[in-house]
């Protein structure tokens, strides 16, 4: 698809609709609030590599773009002329400034977090045309958020009972078949991986590779089973299927789903007695998955099965550990609230550390969100008109929440951390201090963000007590 075509419908009748002598369009955008206090801005790099930067368009492009608005608007409505016109003048580049916070950043909501301006005086109804498709940074800088909330959560777990070392390979990324489309897959599973190692959603890893710099691997998985590498043996071969898991894999880590039938039985009998000397010498650890039943009744269960057939060891905190040959994850029905009430119970009720489970994720961490998670929104503060700069804002009085920032924005931080948005500022007022860095001007880019630098800013500090238990 060309780009001339990447907007909403209504934004090709735009350019006749600003006020006579416009020559600036400027706008911004922030979180203006959601479920959690701040975002981690992830994702805009992708946009502006994949689709803005370098020459965008042709000749042909607006041709295909004013044949389908006729048909599309039954009308002439296509702005062809201005299109030509920027064409002629930038030969396909596109004439705009954007700015924005250094990916990773942890910013507190309602902060400016990306502004843009026309750099041309003749082309103002630009920078509101590519609203549509910068706007879809929310869903990179939700995923980004949402998985570092769940990392402050099982850190807190892991600081009071355990091993706080092992939080980066916690939350595993399960979601690649639960998405809505490859690109999803592949921004999504980038930005959870901003946060933990551990992910089986390989287009995440390649999009690292291909738009963020990743030269160390950034995501590690393991050989694990799935249901029909287990049931294919059969229902009487349960037994068989498990310790040729055990065989293919004689060291490292291995992940064996065991509910198939009875996940009690699996635990009880076959890993806790008929297999118990294989996993015991075996050079690695067996990772075993329950999958289905409410997860805190069937892990309280499991658990307790496992301890009394393996036995445990109590660490330094006080917690029950399994031995180290000997782990569990949980894939099924996990997202932020069960995974902390999972964590909460099992620690509090029955002594089990942190250390012994990890997290399978999916369809919560990558599908399970939209732009109102985070209330993502894009708005004009300022326009260019008669050679002044004037303020734009909106304030419905139907919802003051719905209010929008005034002119030109700086965004500072005052203390690490503390991030504040300055309106109204002048020319060159707060350049020095400014945290928004020009990343795109006239069909460049300007800046070139690798995976360790957004890691490094979007880091969860251990040490402070987080979460409940
Ligand atoms: N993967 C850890 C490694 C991955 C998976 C992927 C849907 C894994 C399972 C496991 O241990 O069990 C997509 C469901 C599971």
Redo the contacts with the bound molecule.
């Keep these: 698809m060309n780009l001339v075509l990447r907007t909403d419908s209504y934004k090709f009748t735009h350019w006749k609709q600003y006020p006579p002598n416009t020559t600036g369009i400027y706008s911004y955008f922030e979180s203006r609030g959601g479920m959690f206090p701040n975002t981690v801005f992830f994702g805009l790099q992708y946009y502006l590599k994949a689709y803005l930067q370098g020459p965008r368009f042709t000749q042909a492009d607006i041709s295909q773009a004013d044949e389908f608005c006729r048909e599309h608007f039954g009308n002439t409505l296509f702005n062809r002329e201005g299109w030509t016109r920027l064409y002629e003048r930038h030969r396909g580049l596109l004439p705009v400034r954007i700015k924005a916070v250094a990916e990773g950043t942890v910013v507190p909501l309602q902060n400016v977090l990306l502004t843009i301006e026309n750099t041309d005086p003749e082309f103002p109804w630009l920078t509101n045309y590519l609203e549509t498709l910068l706007v879809k940074v929310w869903y990179p800088t939700t995923v980004a958020t949402l998985s570092r909330e769940i990392k402050k959560i099982i850190a807190g777990f892991l600081e009071r009972t355990g091993d706080p070392s092992l939080l980066p390979f916690k939350l595993?990324?399960?979601?690649?078949?639960g998405v809505s489309s490859e690109e999803t897959a592949a921004i999504g599973g980038a930005a959870h991986l901003i946060n933990f190692v551990?992910s089986?959603t390989v287009a995440g890893i390649i999009f690292l590779q291909d738009y963020y710099g990743a030269r160390n691997m950034p995501g590690f998985?393991?050989?694990?089973?799935?249901h029909s590498t287990i049931t294919a043996w059969g229902k009487q071969h349960e037994l068989d299927a498990y310790g040729n898991m055990l065989r293919a894999y004689p060291a490292g880590?291995v992940?064996?789903?065991s509910d198939s039938y009875n996940v009690y039985h699996a635990c009880e009998r076959l890993w806790g007695e008929l297999l118990k000397p294989d996993i015991m010498h075996r050079h690695g650890t067996l990772?075993i998955?329950p999958d289905s039943g409410d997860p805190v009744t069937v892990l309280t269960r499991v658990f307790e099965i496992l301890g009394e057939k393996f036995g445990y060891e109590t660490n330094s905190k006080g917690y029950r550990v399994l031995p180290p040959y000997l782990r569990v994850?949980q894939?099924d029905g996990v997202n932020m609230f069960t995974i902390q009430n999972m964590l909460y119970q099992l620690s509090k009720f029955h002594g089990w550390s942190a250390d012994n489970l990890?997290f399978?994720m999916?369809g919560a961490l990558l599908q399970q969100l939209n732009r109102d998670t985070q209330k993502f929104a894009f708005k004009c503060s300022a326009a260019h008109i008669n050679g002044q700069w004037r303020v734009v804002y909106k304030d419905p009085v139907t919802d003051p929440g719905k209010n929008s920032k005034h002119g030109r924005l700086a965004l500072l931080e005052a203390e690490p951390g503390q991030f504040v948005t300055i309106e109204n500022v002048q020319a060159t007022e707060f350049e020095k201090q400014d945290r928004l860095v020009t990343v795109f001007e006239n069909g460049q880019l300007l800046v070139d963000y690798d995976l360790e630098s957004i890691r490094q800013r979007a880091q969860v500090p251990l040490g402070i007590p987080q979460g409940v238990a």
Excluded at 172 to 177: C, L
Excluded at 221 to 226: L, N, V
């Design positions: 595993h990324d399960f979601g690649y078949r551990g089986d998985s393991i050989p694990a089973s799935e880590l992940a064996c789903v990772i998955r994850i894939g990890a399978g999916g």
